[in-house]
C-alpha cells in the first residue's frame, strides 16, 4: 500500500480556532486524489489513535477542485493550555505521513 507521503505532495496540520485541528492533504493529481481521497483508512479511528481525537468529532471534507482533503477534529483542551505541546498544531501532520491508505472503494461495490 502507499503511503501518505508517497500520493500528496503536501500534507500540513494547523489550528483552525482555539477548539480544532485541521489536516490538509494535497495529493499529487487527479489520479491519486481520485484514488486515495476517500479511503477507509483516513477514519476518525486513525486520528483517536495517532492524536487522541474523540471519533465523533473527526470531519473530512474532499475538495475535488484542489484534489485536497481536510480532516479536522475537536481539540481535548483549548489553544495554549499548560499542557501544550505545539501551541499552532503546525507539527501534527508528520504522524501521517508514514500511514498506509487503503484505495478508495469504487462506487457501486461493497467490501466482501
Do not use: I
Request: glycine share 8%.
Amino acid at each position: 500500500m502507499a503511503k501518505v507521503s508517497d500520493v500528496c505532495k503536501h500534507v500540513r496540520s494547523k489550528n483552525a480556532g482555539p477548539y480544532w485541528v485541521t489536516f490538509d492533504l494535497f495529493f499529487k493529481d487527479e489520479a491519486h486524489f481520485a484514488q486515495y481521497h476517500d479511503s477507509p483508512t483516513l477514519s476518525p479511528e486513525l486520528f483517536a489513535g495517532l492524536y487522541g481525537a474523540a471519533p465523533d468529532t473527526v470531519k473530512q471534507f474532499s475538495v475535488p477542485s484542489l484534489n485536497m482533503v481536510k480532516v479536522s477534529y475537536g481539540r481535548k483542551t483549548p489553544q495554549g493550555g499548560e499542557v501544550e505541546r505545539d501551541m499552532h498544531c503546525g507539527q501534527q501532520f508528520v504522524r501521517l505521513l508514514d500511514v498506509e491508505l487503503e484505495p478508495t472503494m469504487p462506487s457501486g461495490r461493497s467490501e466482501q
